[in-house]
T-cell receptor
Framework: KAGVTQTPRYLIKTRGQQVTLSCSPI?????VSWYQQTPGQGLQFLFE???????NKGNFPGRFSGRQFSNSRSEMNVSTLELGDSALYLC????????????????FGPGTRLTVT | DQQVKQNSPSLSVQEGRISILNCDYT??????FLWYKKYPAEGPTFLIS?????DKNEDGRFTVFLNKSAKHLSLHIVPSQPGDSAVYFC??????????????FGKGTKLSVKP
């Protein structure tokens, strides 16, 4: 079974621009979560989508947004980029079945390395 | 305030010996815990997990222990191999009554296994 894929793998943008990152979950997985990883803050939760609905949101400004499509693929968008947005953005998918241990196990993609100059 | 803490940023172990990675948490609502391994330039790889109704879970060379009263969990790797050298993240979820899609991560422990 193919893993979680993220595109693009690397991106360089300038301050003030906006960016869209894409994530394709493992086939059959309905939940997609996004995380930001920086050296200082570690891995921080951005938001989670399930059945095209945002189910939970982390503590990030409104410049960070996302969506999920009917095939469970997800995109996240960052508008008005700031230097501090430079990070590795990770997408994770899970079955999110009701009940059972599989509910919690998330499988990560390789990430998109975003550099804002 | 960090809800999941990995107090040792690094750990060095000899090949063949036991590696013990520790993790503490503060939120008593956490009911599921996971360990991930991460190599540079890759996403975290799921290793092993444990539900709060258990105190131990084993998978091959990896064993996770949970002490709920102390809000502490540990990952044991026996025997350690050079290929285990990576950053290990502890993560927790308050799935029941919270959001299953939100994992709270520690800041990681870099394990180096020397041949």
């Amino acid at each position: 079974k193919a893993g979680v894929t993220q595109t693009p793998r690397y991106l360089i943008k300038t301050r003030g621009q906006q960016v869209t990152l894409s994530c394709s979950p493992i086939s059959g997985h309905r939940s997609v979560s996004w995380y930001q990883q920086t050296p200082g803050q570690g891995l921080q939760f951005l938001f989670e989508y399930f059945s095209e609905t945002q189910r939970n949101k982390g503590n990030f400004p409104g410049r960070f947004s996302g969506r999920q499509f009917s095939n469970s693929r997800s995109e996240m968008n960052v508008s008005t980029l700031e230097l501090g947005d430079s990070a590795l953005y990770l997408c994770a998918s899970s079955l999110a079945a009701s009940g059972g241990l599989l509910l919690y196990e998330q499988y990560f993609g390789p990430g998109t390395r975003l550099t804002v100059t | 305030d960090q809800q999941v803490k990995q107090n040792s940023p690094s750990l060095s172990v000899q090949e063949g010996r036991i590696s013990i990675l520790n993790c503490d948490y503060t939120n008593s609502m956490f009911d599921y815990f996971l360990w991930y391994k991460k190599y540079p330039a890759e996403g975290p790889t799921f290793l092993i997990s444990i539900s709060s109704i258990k105190d131990k879970n084993e998978d091959g060379r990896f064993t996770v222990f949970l002490n709920k009263s102390a809000k502490h969990l540990s990952l044991h790797i026996v025997p350690s191999q050079p290929g285990d050298s990576a950053v290990y993240f502890c993560a927790a979820s308050a799935g029941y009554g919270g959001s299953q899609g939100n994992l709270i991560f520690g800041k990681g422990t870099k394990l180096s296994v020397k041949p």
